[in-house]
């Protein structure tokens, strides 16, 4: 998930606390990210179809929260997003014969999931209620 779309995803997500239900948009949200809008839309459309956002299309149109910030772990928003895992994997398979190459990924692939089982713990601790309230 080295890709940045857990941060452009809370960052989008303090916006729309900060807002108030407001409606924002998307080239709003870049501005403010200083990304292109096109990216934003692409998380967008991610955030809601996991129910952390409703959007209304549309000149007036724009995002808002669809649930209380305080119902939303950041545990949750990173499985939301997380692709491949945090630490990354071999480019290319080992060499089978290895006694080393023959299991390093099924270690690998156990260190990873329990490794990313206590990071998911750990941002379940916190609600975006509680990130967005590190900002005036």
Do not use: W
């Not at 549309?58 to 119902?71: D, H, R, T, V």
């Not at 014969?97 to 990873?112: E, Q, W």
């Not at 490794?115 to 900002?135: C, M, V, Y």
């Amino acid at each position: 998930m080295n890709n940045g779309r857990f941060a452009i995803s809370l960052h989008i997500l303090v916006l729309l606390d900060q807002a108030k239900g407001e409606l924002l948009s998307s080239d709003y949200m870049a501005g403010s990210i200083n990304i292109n809008p096109v990216l934003v839309r692409k998380e967008l459309v991610n955030l809601r179809e996991h129910g952390f956002i409703v959007s209304k299309e549309g000149k007036n149109g724009g995002s808002a929260l669809a649930i209380p910030a305080s119902e939303i772990t950041l545990g949750a928003l990173y499985q939301s997003v997380k692709g491949s895992y945090l630490l990354g994997s071999h480019k290319n398979d080992p060499n089978p014969l290895c006694a080393v190459g023959k299991d390093i990924n099924k270690h690998l692939i156990d260190l990873y999931n329990e490794t990313e089982l206590r990071l998911i713990e750990q941002l379940n601790r916190q609600t975006l209620a509680d990130f967005s309230g590190k900002f005036g």
